[in-house]
Structure formats: C-alpha cells, structure tokens
C-alpha cells in the first residue's frame, strides 16, 4: 500500500537531453565535405596548371598554384579539424547507453543519438586521417610531377 506522499520508484532510465540535429550532421559530415571539397579543388587546380591542353609541363603554369594548394588545404583541415571536435563533444555529452533488453521493442530517440554520434566520430575521424594524409603527399610530391 502506498500513500500519496511516498515516491513512487520508475524503471525508465534517466533521460539525456537530445543533441541539437545541427551538431549531429556536422559531426557526420563536415569532414567528409572538406575532404572532398580538398580533392577536388586541388586537383583541378594541379590539373590545369601542370598540364594545360594534355601536355605536362615541368613547372606549374601559375606562379600562385603552390601556395593556394597550401592554403585550400589548410582550410579544409581546419574544416574537418572542426567536425571532428563537434562529433566527438557530441558523443561525449550523450555518454553510455544503458542498454537493455531490446530484443522486440521499438528504438528510443536516445538509442538512434547514441548510435549516430558513435558513426558521426568514427566517420570524422577516418576523414581527418585522410586530410592529413593529403597534405602530406602535397607537401611531400610536387604537384606538376607524376605520382
């Protein structure tokens, strides 16, 4: 028997406040679309200054190519730098899911955030080390020489 002034004890876990949906597509992604707008931006660029008309040249076309490749890159870093820093703060104010017996319920909200903020970081940060890599290869091999 309970009385009106006894609190009643809840089964229902905690709730997590929802991530705003904005963080979530940035985290998911910002880095993919920097490095792609990286590729290709730089590539365009490297092919129209190393090899106008089908013929390679030795020297780029342009004097300025070098360093804008530099700073397209940077940018793009920064980008990606910046959606993996939101994914993975996104992920850690979700924190553990406590999980349950699930077999034959229907998802929560907090299940879905919790699952997309675990994709979002991992994504983010597979495409910070592909920016990384790129910028390595262009500081590494010039872009007016064959790979």
Known sequence: MTDDMTPRLSREPPQVPHPAMRHMLIGLLLA????????????ALA???????????SAPLVVWMRPALFTVSALCLA??????????RTMR????????????KRRTRAELDWFLSRIAAMC???FLFALI??????????PCRGW
């Open 47 to 57: 092919a129209q200054s190393c090899y106008p008309f089908d013929r390679p040249l």
């Open 32 to 43: 993919p679309f920097a490095w792609l707008a990286q590729m290709v931006t730089t590539e």
């Open 133 to 142: 890599a790129t910028d390595v290869a262009l500081a590494i091999v010039s």
């Open 124 to 126: 983010s940060a597979l």
């Open 79 to 88: 980008a990606g730098v910046f959606g993996t820093l939101t994914a993975w």
């Open 93 to 104: 104010r979700i924190g553990p899911m406590q999980w349950g017996a699930l077999s034959g």
